[in-house]
């Protein structure tokens, strides 16, 4: 059948959203060099004590696409479980996000801030425009939610 | 406007197939779903439809007539069966969490009366879901 009349007589592809979960451990501390130390435990309370504490954060990433009728999948769904391991997890889990992932003249790591970081670590590594939403819990009763249109004005609190 | 979501429960067995396919490129493609003799899961089943309540009752849709709906239209035919050999939609569609929410949303779409189809979100595992609300693209 000429590609033309099959468009005509079939309507497009579905388009569908695909959600992975994942978990990771991590140690942090909020704290902003540029405050006082009376100024950065009056803003970030507990989440300020010096020896840092730590939360198992759980990640859900979404993308979204038309499902192929080849495979009956979205482009990009078989491959966002290793891209999500290779590029976030690995890094991540049971590291010191202050000391380890987020530079020391970076913005301080909350995980707004996290969720920002993980966004630019999975947009290039996902085909072009298929990642759609990030969802970070750092515990079950505080998540952080962010799409594309957060993105533009995303840089988190300086630090300096 | 409201939005509701009901939640069901179905267990089925599927494998990935695409029968234009030799037998080595699905294995190459799919992977263990390929597996001839097939694999199951227990899907969780989310459907979320959208309207205003009724004057008169409060309600956008009575929540037992909507579980009603999705178990006639999608439990009875779904649940405990073989989803490539057992429900005719996957005769010629593989049977991806994709496309059975594909399949979901039409079956139920034309069935509700009163209120709109909003999104139907398919769990194939605790760690995996996917979410269609109706739309579509360029055809792939």
């Given at each position: ?23 990771f451990s ?15 435990r ?12 730590g939360?198992?954060y759980?990640?859900?990433v ?31 889990d ?67 | 406007?409201?939005r509701l ?16 396919w ?21 899907y ?34 779904f ?22 929410a ?21 769990y194939?595992?605790?760690?995996c ?12």
């Amino acid at each position: 059948m000429p590609e033309s009349e099959a468009n005509v007589s079939e309507p497009g592809s579905p388009v569908v959203e695909i959600t992975r979960a994942f978990r990771f451990s991590a140690a942090h501390r909020l704290n902003n060099p540029r405050f006082s130390a009376a100024e950065n435990r009056r803003i970030y309370g507990r989440c300020n004590n010096p020896n840092g504490h730590g939360h198992t954060y759980r990640l859900e990433v979404t993308i979204r696409g038309p499902v192929s009728s080849d495979t009956g999948w979205v482009e990009g769904g078989q491959t966002l479980e290793a891209v999500v391991r290779a590029a976030v997890l690995d890094r991540f889990d049971r590291a010191n996000l202050d000391r380890e992932i987020v530079s020391e003249d970076g913005p301080t790591g909350t995980t707004e801030v996290l969720a920002g970081l993980i966004w630019r670590l999975l947009d290039g590594n996902l085909p072009a425009e298929c990642l759609c939403r990030l969802r970070l819990e750092e515990t079950p009763n505080n998540f952080f939610e962010m799409d594309r249109t957060g993105l533009a004005s995303f840089g988190g609190p300086k630090r300096k | 406007m409201i939005r509701l979501t009901k939640r069901v429960e179905f267990c089925a067995a599927h494998r990935y197939v695409n029968p234009r396919w030799s037998e080595e490129e699905n294995r190459r493609v799919f992977g263990r779903d390929a597996n001839p003799n097939g694999h199951g899961h227990n899907y969780v089943l989310e459907v979320t439809i959208q309207g205003e309540p009724s004057p008169d009752t409060g309600m956008v849709m009575d929540l037992k007539a909507l579980k009603d709906l999705i178990v006639e239209t999608v439990v009875d035919r779904f649940d405990h069966r073989h989803l490539n050999l057992d429900v005719p939609y996957f005769k010629e569609k593989i049977p991806t969490p994709e496309n059975l929410a594909v399949v979901i949303w039409e079956l139920l779409e034309p069935r509700l009366d009163g209120c709109r189809l909003d999104r139907i979100r398919l769990y194939e595992d605790e760690s995996c879901f996917v979410e269609y609300a109706g739309e579509r693209g360029e055809r792939v």
